[in-house]
């Protein structure tokens, strides 16, 4: 392996695909990460900073494992 690993092995993102991938993650981070602090679950809101899967572990946790908001009347 050369000096750069499993670099040049990635394929190659054009530079607009990234960007938007990017947004879309940190939109969906920004979201549970919130849902995970109001909500007083450190856990969630360490593994949701750690762990990085485009969205789709912050996805589930806000679908499945999040409390709901509740309504305010």
């Given amino acids: ?3 750069l690993g499993f ?3 990635i394929p190659h993102l ?3 695909l ?3 991938l ?3 993650s ?3 981070k920004g979201l549970a990460l919130w849902r995970a602090a109001r909500a007083e679950q450190p ?3 360490v593994v949701l900073l ?3 899967t485009a969205g789709l572990l912050e996805i589930a946790y806000l679908l499945f494992f999040a409390p709901r908001p509740r309504e305010s009347a």
């Fill in 1 to 3: 392996m050369g000096p």
């Fill in 26 to 28: 940190l939109i969906w």
């Fill in 50 to 52: 750690v762990v990085n």
């Fill in 7 to 9: 670099w040049p092995r």
């Fill in 43 to 45: 856990a969630w809101f």
């Fill in 14 to 16: 054009h530079p607009a």
């Fill in 22 to 24: 990017i947004v879309w």
């Fill in 18 to 20: 990234l960007a938007g």
